[in-house]
């Protein structure tokens, strides 16, 4: 029972257009949510995050939107750059047991 | 600046066979946690712990042990390994569970069960 959903496996995208990627999520009690990257080999890093408390946090490049009532958050990444392309994850934090539920991730390939 | 440090990198086990992956941060966190990547299936959280002396399940916890015996050490044990370990495991760890910072992740550890 995927509680954090990431529907698209796969997205490409012309540099210097936008990224958008989507996840959907079940659990009410999720109170914190995060984006992470994730390059092969590597560890995932963390890339955004937004409370509940709010829809919209922007950090240059990138920004993640979320939708309380739909439980839908998204990442748009503009403009996107070859360097992005990696692995996303989305990630929802617990309230009740501070557990971090992760999605099953979108792989992102920017287009040069 | 080490952060958060796992060893060993890559690891064949026989079936059967018994080990422990090592998971070590410097930075005081509270908050550590194991996770397996599998193709398609994402980060599965296997164990968590909130602090020294606590540690609870996650999602996939069936064949691993854990304990936290002290701030900076979260290893995570097989006890009998089967091929459906086969993995790449990620540690990770976070000031606290209760703030709203993200997690900190080691560079994995790519387990083969044969």
């Known amino acids: 029972d995927q509680q954090v959903k990431q529907n698209s496996p796969s997205l490409s995208v012309q540099e210097g257009r936008i990224s958008i990627l989507n996840c959907d999520y079940t659990n009410s009690m999720f109170d914190y949510f995060l984006w992470y990257k994730k390059y092969p080999a590597e560890g995932p890093t963390f890339l955004i995050s937004?409370?509940?408390?709010?829809d919209k946090n922007e950090d240059g490049r990138f920004t993640v939107f979320l939708n309380k009532s739909a439980k839908h958050l998204s990442l748009h990444i503009v403009p996107s750059q070859p360097g992005d392309s990696a692995v996303y994850f989305c990630a929802a934090r617990d309230s009740g047991t501070y557990k971090y539920i992760f999605g099953t991730g979108t792989r992102l390939k920017v287009l040069a | 600046n080490a952060g958060v440090t796992q060893t060993p990198k890559f690891q064949v086990l026989k079936t059967g066979q018994s080990m422990t992956l090592q998971c070590a941060q410097d930075?005081?966190?509270?908050?550590m946690s194991w996770y397996r990547q599998d193709p398609g299936m994402g980060l599965r959280l296997i164990h968590y712990?909130?602090?020294?002396?606590?540690?609870d399940q996650g999602e996939v916890p069936n064949g691993y042990n854990v304990s936290r015996s002290t701030t900076e050490d979260f290893p995570l044990r097989l006890l009998s390994a089967a091929p459906s370990q086969t993995s790449v495991y990620f540690c990770?760890?976070?000031?606290?569970?209760?703030?709203?910072?993200?997690?900190?992740f080691g560079q994995g550890t790519r387990l083969t069960v044969v």
């Open positions: 937004i409370s509940s408390i709010k």
């Open positions: 930075m005081n966190h509270e908050y």
């Open positions: 712990s909130v602090g020294a002396g606590i540690t």
């Open positions: 990770a760890s976070s000031p606290s569970d209760r703030l709203n910072t993200e997690a900190f």
